[in-house]
């Protein structure tokens, strides 16, 4: 079982940044995707970011050229820096883990067996 514990959201102003912390702990797996999804109010959960076990990342084009995906040298701490925020992306935040490799369907919320708890992040 491998849990996900995230930090890092908050209150930033238009064109503000903030650094979004997921530490995984429990059973490790070679092969994983480890992603971040986003839901704001009244809409669906959006994959932003995903980063696979060989180092590959993708990104969705809304957050593209803004946010940038990092492991820490622990390998089992992530970070989603968020820079140039606006009022869109005011939504809860997740990350999510897979033992499988994201690929193409990195985004695919139904692949993703775990989860962290959320973090509310407000552009405001």
């Known amino acids: 079982h491998v849990q996900l514990v995230e930090s890092g959201g908050g209150l930033v102003q238009p064109g503000g940044s903030l650094r979004h912390s997921c530490v995984a702990s429990?059973?490790?797996?070679?092969?994983?995707?480890l992603a971040w999804f986003r839901q704001a109010p009244g809409k669906e959960r959006e994959g932003i970011a995903g980063v696979d076990s060989d180092g590959s990342i993708s990104y969705a084009d809304s957050v593209k050229g803004r946010f940038t995906v990092s492991q820490g040298n622990a390998k089992k701490t992530f970070y989603l820096q968020m820079n140039a925020l606006s009022p869109d992306d005011t939504a809860m935040y997740y990350c999510?883990?897979?033992?499988?490799?994201?690929?193409?369907?990195?985004?695919?919320?139904?692949?993703?067996?775990?989860w962290g708890q959320g973090t509310q992040v407000t552009v405001s």
């Open positions: 999510a883990g897979r033992s499988t490799p994201g690929g193409g369907t990195w985004d695919s919320i139904d692949k993703y067996g775990f």
């Open positions: 429990g059973e490790t797996h070679m092969r994983y995707c």
